[in-house]
C-alpha cells in the first residue's frame, strides 16, 4: 500500500526563463490531485569560501537570496495564476542544487519531489546530473519532467 502524499517540494531553476514551467504545472497537478501541499524550491550558487568571496560584497549572498524570493514568487503567480500561488510556499536557498532539495524535503518532510531533467552534457553520463542525484539519494519518491 503507497503512502498518501500531503506534501509536495518541486524544484525549478529560475534563471532557464521558462523552461522549467512544466515542472512546476506537473507539480501542481499533482498536488491539487492528491490534496497536498506545494512547497517550491529554488537553489542560487553559494559563492564558497576562501579568495573567491572576497570579490564580492559581504551581504552579496543576502541580496541574491532576497531578490530570487522576489523572482520566484513572480515565477510561481506567472505559471500558476495569483490565486494558487498564494497557497503555495517559495522557498530559495544557497549552495548545491542537489544537496539543497534533498536537505529542504527532509526538513518539510516532502512526501515527493518534483524535478526536472534537461538535456545531459557529456559530462552528465559520467559526473551525474542534479536530477540523477536528487533520485539516488532522497528518501522519498521522486517524480522527473522530462
Known amino acids: 500500500m503507497s503512502r498518501k502524499i500531503t506534501r509536495i517540494l ?3 531553476d529560475i534563471a532557464t526563463h521558462g523552461k522549467d ?19 517550491v524550491l529554488t ?7 576562501g579568495e573567491v568571496t572576497s570579490f564580492f560584497p559581504p551581504d552579496y ?24 500561488a498564494r497557497e503555495v510556499a517559495c522557498v530559495v536557498a544557497a549552495g548545491s542544487v542537489y544537496r539543497e532539495v534533498l536537505r529542504v524535503a527532509a526538513v518539510s518532510g516532502a512526501d515527493l519531489i518534483v524535478v526536472g ?7 552528465d553520463f559520467l559526473l551525474g ?18
Not at 512544466?22 to 512547497?39: F, K, M, N, S
Not at 537553489?43 to 569560501?49: H, I, K, L
Not at 549572498?61 to 494558487?84: C, P, T
Not at 531533467?117 to 559530462?123: D, I, L, V
Open 10 to 12: 518541486c524544484a525549478v
Open 21 to 39: 514551467d512544466p515542472v512546476l504545472e506537473t507539480a501542481a497537478r499533482q498536488a491539487q490531485w492528491e490534496g497536498a501541499a506545494l512547497e
Open 61 to 84: 549572498e543576502k541580496k541574491a537570496v532576497g531578490i530570487a524570493r522576489d523572482r520566484l514568487h513572480a515565477h510561481v503567480a506567472r505559471v500558476l495564476g495569483e490565486e494558487r
Open 43 to 49: 537553489v542560487v550558487p553559494d559563492m564558497g569560501v
Open 129 to 146: 546530473s542534479n536530477a540523477a542525484r536528487i533520485v539516488r539519494h532522497a528518501a522519498c519518491s521522486v517524480y522527473v519532467v522530462r
Open 117 to 123: 531533467s534537461h538535456k545531459p552534457k557529456a559530462a
